[in-house]
Structure formats: C-alpha cells, structure tokens
C-alpha cells in the first residue's frame, strides 16, 4: 500500500530530472571554467588551444552561415538509420538466438569475432568496397550498434523467470503471446540498457566512417578544421558531436521513464 504523504511515481521523475539539469550545468559550467584557466596560464596559440571564446565566436559563424546545421544534418541522420537498422537486426537475431541454444553456439564464434576487430579498422575496407557515400557510414553505425544491443537482448530474454514461462504454458500461450505479455516486458529493462550504449556508439561509428572518407558531416568539419590549423573550429565540431550524442542519450532515457513507469509505480506501492 501507498504510504502516507509519499510522491507518486510523476512527482519522483519531476524531480529526478531537476536534479540531472542541474547537475549536468554544474558539471558544464566548471568545465568552462577549467578550460578558461588554462589558456589564461598558459596562454598557448590559438591554433594548439583557442579559448572558449574563441570557440563560442566559431560557433556563432558557422551557425549563422548554415555550415554547422548542413554537415550536422548529415550525420545526424548517418546515426538515426544505423542505430534504427543496427539495433532492429540486434533484437531480433538476439531473439532466435535465445530460442535456439544450437544457434547461439554456432553464431557465437562468428560474433566474437566481428567484434575483436576495432571499427577503425575495417571502416575503411567498408569505405572501399561500399564508396564514401552514407550507405558505408550507416553500416558503420549499424555494426557499431549491433554487438551490444545483441549481448543486452540475450541477457534479458534469458533473465526472464522460468516459473513465468511455465505458467504461460499452462495457460496455453502462444509464441506471439508469450514473446507480447511476458518476454518483452520482463526483458526490456536491459533491452534499453544495450540501447543507451548503442545510441552513444552510434555516433562514433559516423565520425569513424566520415574521417576515414567522405566529403559532408561533422568528421569531414573536423579533417577541415584540422588541415587548416582551425583549431576552433574542430572544437565546434567536437563539441557538437559530445552534444548530439548526450542528445540522443537523454532520449533514451526519456523513452525508458515512460516504457518502465510501471517499475516505479511497483516499487511505490
């Protein structure tokens, strides 16, 4: 039973969140002032370490003049599809396999495999055999995504209480329903735990392809940057990178407050 004069479950989150807010420009703000600091001690060129001025004027130009909305845009959609396509094909195969341990045993290998191999290293082998258009990138993305989404879908569907499977069966379930009422709520908690790490490695996995080669996107700003000794301007860029993927983190936080209500009315009550 509820107890007396405790907030529900809406007011929890409320305040959760207040409190991240302000942690997170707490934690900004002193990173700001670090950073100020340092160029005030040691006073370096701009183009080894502009100051955040510098940086915030850089911003403003590039932002007024379209170049930061175009090459963003970009890789912003890069990172939507190959995390929508990576953790889509992680879900499902993670699925089969959990029904299937002769599957698991024999994909495994195949998995481990894919995985000891760095990104850096075969994103250009992709870049070659696929162009540096953005089907490479989002398969980079994808890859990326892929193996963690995968491990996280397995764990959970395997975490799923077997005397619930048993009842399910007594109750003559179906596949359909028993994937519907009980594997997906039960599994999903560490479903989106993989899709928050997935979300941030996503956007490495673009960067990682747009470095290695392509001519739009927030990597390409940065090679821009970087041959020409705009220092600030590969900052924006970073920085911007840091922002979208705090982004797309936030929103899976977002989707899980509202997907896993019911675990924090269960705990209230």
Not at 2 to 24: C, E, H, Y
Not at 110 to 116: F, K, P, R
Not at 123 to 128: E, G, S, T, Y
Not at 160 to 172: A, I, T
């Amino acid at each position: 039973m509820k107890q007396q004069g405790m907030p529900t479950p809406k007011v929890q989150l409320q305040r959760l969140t207040s409190r991240r807010w302000v942690m997170g420009v707490l934690a900004l703000l002193f990173g700001l002032a670090l950073w100020q600091l340092v160029w005030m001690l040691l006073r370096l060129p701009a183009f080894i370490l502009p100051s955040p001025s510098m940086v915030w004027q850089k911003f403003l130009i590039t932002l007024s003049n379209g170049l930061l909305w175009r090459h963003l845009s970009y890789t912003l959609l890069e990172v939507i599809l190959g995390l929508m396509i990576g953790s889509s094909l992680a879900a499902l195969l993670g699925y089969f396999l959990s029904k299937s341990p002769w599957l698991e045993n024999f994909a495994s290998p195949y998995l481990v495999a894919s995985q000891s191999v760095p990104v850096v290293a075969i994103a250009p082998l992709l870049v070659i055999w696929f162009g540096p258009g953005m089907f490479s990138k989002v398969l980079i993305c994808s890859l990326t995504v892929f193996f963690p989404v995968l491990i996280n879908t397995l764990v959970g569907l395997r975490e799923v209480p077997q005397d619930l499977r048993e009842l399910m069966r007594s109750l003559r379930a179906t596949p359909a329903q028993t994937l519907r009422y009980l594997e997906l709520p039960a599994s999903l908690p560490v479903f989106l735990g993989g899709l928050r790490v997935g979300a941030t490695l996503s956007v490495i996995g673009a960067i990682v392809g747009e470095l290695v080669g392509s001519d739009r996107g927030l990597g390409f700003l940065i090679n821009v940057g970087r041959g020409q000794y705009d220092t600030a301007l590969v900052f924006v860029a970073v920085i911007t990178l840091m922002a979208l993927a705090a982004a797309l983190y936030g929103l899976i936080l977002l989707l899980e407050s509202r997907l896993l209500s019911w675990q924090t009315w269960r705990k209230t009550n």
